[in-house]
């Protein structure tokens, strides 16, 4: 893989406990890593989630090579947008890098 297609800087988030500004630890999503990725726009649909439409993106996210990235965390891009992650598809040929299958668009949080 060659290190001009990773030309996206992202955060990789878990859900935890963040520090809030008093102190006091609070549900939230500490970053596990950040990294660089490519960012690929697969499909869009509109759906109705809680009686109210919401268009969701399906989105490939390439990394590299982690073993610590699993389905439910997310991806938050420097724009902000946000991609939960619904699976995570290792690359068996030459093991350089990992693809993430991602939601856009309902987010966790």
């Not at 859900?15 to 660089?36: H, I, T």
């Not at 992650?85 to 093991?95: A, D, E, H």
Request: with cysteine; net charge neutral; hydrophobic share 40%.
């Amino acid at each position: 893989m060659f290190a001009q297609q990773l030309n996206n800087k992202v955060s990789i988030q878990q859900e935890g406990y963040v520090q809030d500004e008093l102190g006091q630890m609070v549900p939230g999503w500490p970053v596990l890593a950040s990294v660089w990725a490519d960012i690929r726009y697969l499909s869009g649909l509109e759906a109705v989630r809680a009686d109210a439409p919401v268009s969701v993106a399906k989105v490939s996210i390439r990394i590299r090579k982690r073993t610590d990235v699993t389905a439910g965390m997310r991806v938050v891009d420097a724009d902000g947008a946000v991609y939960n992650i619904q699976t995570v598809l290792p690359n068996k040929q030459n093991r350089h890098y990992v693809d993430l299958a991602c939601e856009q668009g309902a987010n966790l949080g």
